[in-house]
């Protein structure tokens, strides 16, 4: 049994984080499954998918790390063709562009402080995540 | 078919990669799944699950390469909550916190230097990965 | 339903990013999935796949990057070994070595600029990478 679905986001900023976890039990709860995974993908190589803590604190130093390990502002080569984003596509890197959650008893199986987040590195316009859950 | 199985950690070091590839071999053939795949996730943000070399040099250069990259004791803002872990999530970050293994013909599908790892950065308590195995 | 089957790559250079979007729908189509997941895998631990631009400025944007983050020619525990390839685990840690893909009415569900790659760090021998087809 598959079941497919799409979460959409426009962000006020260009970087932002996003809680989604609620987003995707709901929509394994419309699928039915009881027993199997989820995937949660990016579909725009400029924004990621994670796990971690919800708390802003550790989201802010996310932030300034990334910015650290993958500044904007270079002087990179695929800024030649137009783009301004190749930081964009280097920090998704880092965080990963999406994650496979246990559906367990019909719940997602998830330990206590575990939360998904869409990551946006080039927002303010319209992405989209897809959801694909499979299982019995 | 499914079947979920967990995985219990309690290091003696704050950090420490623990080979785990036998542990998921031993929960698939119980699964009885000769076919599908199987996810390893931790359940905890500060530990990782990942694949690579059993090699106690790479291991250790690992663990440098990690503290240079997201290094344990600056100033990070999660730790104004009385947290000192702000590293732990973020190396777990560069390792990422779960794989999946292909199943075939009732074996995982492994190269055949391919290990799996359970990577602990804030150990020293009980902590959990989820296995889940999905297929015929 | 499952189908298995394998990509082998034989690099000219040592380090080389190869597009095979167009290989794995091709086991895609051929494994009569309609609904499901498809998971390409590095099976050696020197290389990487992952999803990102194809976009050859980008491309040479991330071989720089990743020689900055994990560079080559280092003093290395793992060189103690005979190998003088540390660097290449690090930089597949990265980049990940592994992404699933959702399929969607008989297609991979991807974005308007997802391509999925094979980034081989220690090239110029044969390696392999398992796509393994999970659905209905």
Do not use: C
């Not at 996003?18 to 709901?26: C, K, L």
């Not at 008893?105 to 575990?114: F, I, K, M, S, T």
């Amino acid at each position: 049994m598959t079941h497919t679905d799409y979460l959409w986001f426009n962000t006020a900023k260009r970087r932002e984080f996003v809680r989604i976890t609620d987003e995707v039990a709901g929509i394994v709860r419309k699928s039915g499954v009881t027993e199997g995974m989820v995937l949660v993908s990016a579909m725009h190589i400029t924004a990621g998918v994670y796990v971690n803590d919800w708390e802003d604190g550790l989201i802010e130093d996310f932030q300034v790390w990334l910015e650290k390990l993958a500044p904007s502002g270079l002087n990179y080569r695929h800024h030649q063709t137009g783009e301004d984003n190749a930081d964009a596509h280097l920090k998704r890197t880092i965080m990963g562009h999406q994650v496979i959650l246990p559906i367990t008893a019909g719940q997602l199986d998830l330990g206590p402080w575990e939360q998904v987040f869409y990551a946006e590195f080039d927002g303010q316009r319209k992405k989209r995540v897809v959801v694909k859950v499979i299982g019995e």
